[in-house]
């Protein structure tokens, strides 16, 4: 039978046909040919508990039986003020006002437009163009496109249809990193905030780990360094923890691991822990009360449909206890040791010829190969062994659900280390 889904990011004339998942639980899912396969990439790092969560699935199903949508246009409802307390509450202090999105997409827009519109309420309309990193990813959107790496990203086709921001270098300095050593990547933003701020209305950057851009990693004092950096410049700092929150770099957030609050913070993928699409753009008081004021320029022109959705709000809210009273910051901890001395420490690995870097972060660790060549035929290597992988060009990574064993995540550490030994 043929498909008519058009899958993402494929090739069609080569593609092979898609393997169908027919159900799931805990980090396995199951394909309609009855084969397990292990999870390595938790669905694009959402499925932070795993597939078929007791919790979570009851947290919706209740939620259905009241109310499985309503506008937030003029309305609310317990779900979304619940959250919006828990967001405050477990974010960088300072972090006070929520606003709903449905994609990690759109909460970067939101993020965006807030940016540009908050300096034109300070009497500063020309700060309308951004500030973001080489290898950095942000989304699909235009607005997100722009702000992709513009040479390696998988927008350069779009360059005459978006608009031009201004980028500086990725940085190059590894997590432990003591600040000297970050000075050279701070050089490299003043430089373009010393010739650009005027126009600059935001910086925007995935902290600490850029992923899809390559699962590049750097240190809690670059962020420091480009939080004193904003500030001096009148920029507004965006962190875009989509892929880095709720736990992904061994911290709840990127920024608890540099103490540091951004003037915006965009949630999504783990938000909902991957069981519906939704996100959230945070701001400070600085941001949210530039917004008050008599002018019609002073609302905020935005508004998805889906916005608050109150099964998204009360998944998320579920996610959330279940994150805290299982305590997952220790298992992520677990995860980590496990990534670190099977990966980082596999000296068969650090000597292969095909290997650039061998790097972990939390529950995130990356084989960087010298060439994407290096990886043709791994998923299917991978599959044959019941462990599902999918690399990134070069980048053959594993982001695991949290609830992995250790014995799983040996499983997955060793079918990706056994494509090199
Ligand atoms: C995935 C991702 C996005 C986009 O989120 P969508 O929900 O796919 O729109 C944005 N930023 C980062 C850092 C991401 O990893």
């Known amino acids: 039978m043929t498909s008519h889904v058009w899958h993402p990011y494929a090739h069609l004339k080569t593609q092979s046909p898609a393997p169908k998942v027919v159900g799931g639980e805990g980090p396995n899912f199951t394909l309609d040919t009855g084969e397990q396969l292990l999870d390595a990439t938790c669905s694009w790092w959402c499925m932070i508990h795993g597939y078929a969560h007791p919790r979570l699935v009851a947290a919706i199903r209740e939620q259905a039986g009241k109310l499985c949508h309503v506008m937030l246009g003029g309305l609310t409802h317990e ?6 307390r828990e967001l405050v509450r477990i974010t960088p202090d300072g972090l006070n006002h929520v606003f709903y999105s449905d994609s990690g997409s759109v909460g970067m827009e939101v993020a965006m437009k ?48 978006l608009p031009r921001h201004h980028f500086a270098p990725a940085p190059t300095a590894p997590f432990d990193a003591p600040r000297e050593a970050c000075e050279a990547d701070l050089t490299a933003l003043r430089r373009v905030l010393e010739r650009h701020h005027h126009e600059i209305a935001a910086l925007l950057m995935e902290p600490l780990l850029q992923a ?9 004092h670059y962020l420091r360094g480009a939080r004193e950096l904003c500030d001096e410049f009148d920029v507004l700092l965006v962190f875009d923890e989509v892929a880095t929150g709720f736990g992904r770099t061994g ?14 913070m965009v949630l999504s993928k783990g938000l909902t822990g991957g069981y519906l699409g939704h996100a959230a753009t945070l701001a ?29 709000c009360r998944v998320a809210l579920e996610s959330l206890a279940v994150f805290e009273e299982e305590h997952y910051l220790a298992r992520i901890a677990g995860l980590s040791e496990i990534l670190r001395t099977e990966l980082v420490d596999d000296a068969v690995l650090a000597a292969h010829p095909a290997v650039e870097d061998v790097r972990m972060l939390g529950a995130t660790a990356v084989i960087e190969t010298r060439d994407a060549k290096d990886l043709a035929g791994v998923a299917d290597h991978a599959r044959e062994q019941g462990v599902w992988l999918r690399p990134i060009g070069r980048w053959l990574y594993t982001m695991p659900a949290y609830i992995t064993s250790p014995a799983d995540m040996r499983r997955i550490t060793d079918v990706m280390k056994g494509w090199f030994h």
Do not use: W
């Open 212 to 220: 899809a851009g390559g699962l590049n990693m750097t240190s809690p």
């Open 284 to 312: 400070t008081d600085r941001v949210h009360d530039a917004f008050i004021g008599d002018t019609p320029h002073h609302a905020f022109m935005h508004g998805p449909t889906f916005m608050g959705n109150p099964l998204a």
């Open 114 to 161: 807030m940016a540009v519109q908050y300096h034109q309420l300070q009497g500063k309309p020309g700060k309308h163009r951004l500030l973001s990193l080489m290898k950095a990813y942000h989304g699909d959107t235009a607005g997100c496109m722009a702000v992709c790496d513009p040479e390696e990203g998988m927008h350069s086709l779009f360059a005459g249809y």
């Open 79 to 84: 779900p979304a003020d619940r959250l919006a």
């Open 251 to 264: 911290r709840l957030f990127a920024s608890d691991h540099a103490g540091v609050t951004p003037d915006m």
